[in-house]
């Protein structure tokens, strides 16, 4: 994580990528962080009532799983080295890429914990119930006005979220279908376009 310079190699015969777990990780975020949106927006923009209660009940719930599969995954990272960036890749690629990772991993995190937050203003519960009545704690101590402060922190970082994953999409897809860096295929199921295998790393 300390690099400032990613650590680069050549990779003629086989291209290095992320080990399965990584990968199995990364797209179960990307499954239910997308969810997760959808639900925000859904559930805010509906009248009070049962029904966004039930929604807003499921946004809970996924919230909560993002947050413990992301430290799952902050722990799993944190033990094993992404693959090294391929040599052709630019200085300045790689350096945005592991921003762009990092500011992801702190987002994931920081993200459900302000919308635990802003749940937690004012409550005079000690839990909220997720899917199947599951109790999550809330934090103690948190006025109604700090909670409303902190739920327009968490809608601040979706927005950032959202710009953040356009970049990432569109810097994967450019490396997928257009550049000639051998950056591709790091990701499975994305594939190195001219057949070169994928070993995984770590
Ligand atoms: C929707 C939310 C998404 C999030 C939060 C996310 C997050 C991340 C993170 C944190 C990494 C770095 C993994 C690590 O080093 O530990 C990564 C890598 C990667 N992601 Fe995503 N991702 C998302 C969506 C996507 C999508 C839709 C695509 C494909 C179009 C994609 C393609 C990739 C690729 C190719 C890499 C490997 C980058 C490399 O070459 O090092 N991601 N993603
Ligand atoms: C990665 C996880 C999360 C994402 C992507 C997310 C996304 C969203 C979105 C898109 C909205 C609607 C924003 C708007 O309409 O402007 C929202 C609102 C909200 N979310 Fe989340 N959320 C997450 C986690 C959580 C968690 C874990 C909780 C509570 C335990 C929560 C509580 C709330 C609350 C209370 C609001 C209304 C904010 C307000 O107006 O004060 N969120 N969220």
Redesign the pocket.
Known sequence: MTTTVPEAVPQPDTILR?NNV?VAI?WT??VL??TQVYVGFTFHGMEPGPERGEWFTWHKTIGATILILSLIRLAW?LAHK?PP?PIELPRWERIA?VWN?RI??FL?IVLPLTGLLAVSGGADEATTSLVGGIPLPLIPGISEALGETIGGIHEALVRITIAL?VL??AA??K?QFFDRTR?EG??PP?RERDGTPTVPVN
Do not use: E, K
């Open positions: 992320y990584a990364h975020t990307v962080l997308l990272r992404p960036f890429a990772h992801f991993y994931l994953i990432h999409v994967a897809l490396h950056a790091r990701m994305l």
